[in-house]
């Protein structure tokens, strides 16, 4: 199946061809002339591919509609927990030196998560952080739907 979505424009292409040629082929015995079948056949024919092409068109872009969606709850969900370890931290200035250079480490290792974050951001971590925290989105999901 992945096959022919990969190359669904020559599949329906080569489809149509056939309808075109297979049509005039068989109407040419009831005496049809058969320019005009075929012009009929390949204006219908191209009508459909334009309506085909454009619901899988339509498909790809609420799909990448809803990736980007989960995406931006990814990053969301990373920062935020990042950021509230450097917030949580900051707060403890006051510390002796030993606790501001434990503070300055785990400030340091934030910021280098999040931007380890943002330069890895691809299908697969999206999908790891999806397994990770899927019973959590359920969760959420289930209370936003439910409101």
Do not use: C
């Not at 969301?76 to 990042?82: E, G, H, P, T, V």
């Not at 200035?93 to 606790?99: G, K, L, S, W, Y």
């Not at 943002?118 to 971590?125: A, T, V």
Request: charged share 20%; hydrophobic share 45%.
């Amino acid at each position: 199946m992945k096959q022919i979505l990969r190359h669904l424009e020559i599949y329906l292409s080569l489809a149509g061809l056939a309808v075109i040629f297979g049509v005039t082929f068989l109407l040419r015995p009831f005496g049809y002339d058969s320019w005009t079948v075929a012009a009929i056949t390949a204006s219908s024919v191209g009508v459909l591919h334009g309506m085909i092409f454009w619901l899988v068109r339509r498909r790809q872009h609420a799909v990448r509609l809803e990736t980007i969606r989960e995406i931006q709850h990814m990053l969301k969900d990373m920062i935020n927990n990042q950021l509230t370890v450097i917030q949580t931290m900051s707060h403890m200035h006051h510390a002796d030196p030993v606790e501001t250079a434990k503070l300055s480490n785990l400030v340091n290792r934030s910021v280098g998560k999040i931007s380890m974050a943002l330069q890895d951001l691809s299908d697969e971590s999206l999908q790891q952080w999806k397994k990770r925290y899927g019973l959590l989105q359920e969760r959420v999901t289930d209370s936003t739907a439910e409101s």
